[in-house]
């Protein structure tokens, strides 16, 4: 039976704030910024009030959350697993975090080679 790797993780802290968010929200859906306005960080929205490209990468999904990034991004990310956490202090002006006093924060792991490996078998997805 092949392993089977996560991309994307969250921590029990971040799946309990994403169920106080989707309680508000309805169903919702993540993107991993890759810098601007602020900075990088996984922003929350709802369900497809952000528009993801042929060429953004679907990581996994948190709790039945779609998780997102872009192809550039992924592609220096790819050797690590992103593990989102939530901490105080204010959210992306534009996530639906901000204004609660608390964030997601992205932290990460490199993947062992085993895991590695063993991802080749298992490529990101596109949107559909």
């Given amino acids: 039976m092949a392993m089977q790797i996560h991309r994307v993780t ?3 802290a971040a799946l309990a704030f994403l169920g106080e968010l989707r309680e508000r929200h309805g169903a919702l859906m993540f993107f991993q ?5 602020d900075g990088s960080a996984p922003m929350c929205y709802a369900a497809g009030e952000f528009n993801v490209s042929d060429s953004d ?4 999904d948190l709790d039945g959350s779609p998780f997102y ?3 550039e ?6 050797h690590t697993q992103l593990i989102i956490d939530v901490v105080a202090g204010n959210g992306g002006m534009f ?3 901000n204004g609660t006093g608390r964030r997601f924060l992205t932290r990460s792991r490199l ?3 085993e895991e590695y490996d063993a991802l080749r078998g ?3 997805r596109h949107p559909a």
């Fill in 10 to 12: 969250a921590t029990p």
């Fill in 33 to 37: 910024s890759g810098g601007c306005c």
């Fill in 57 to 60: 990468v679907c990581l996994g």
């Fill in 69 to 71: 990034i872009g192809s």
């Fill in 73 to 78: 991004q992924f592609a220096y990310w790819e």
């Fill in 95 to 97: 996530s639906l975090d």
């Fill in 111 to 113: 993947f062992t080679d």
């Fill in 122 to 124: 298992q490529p990101p």
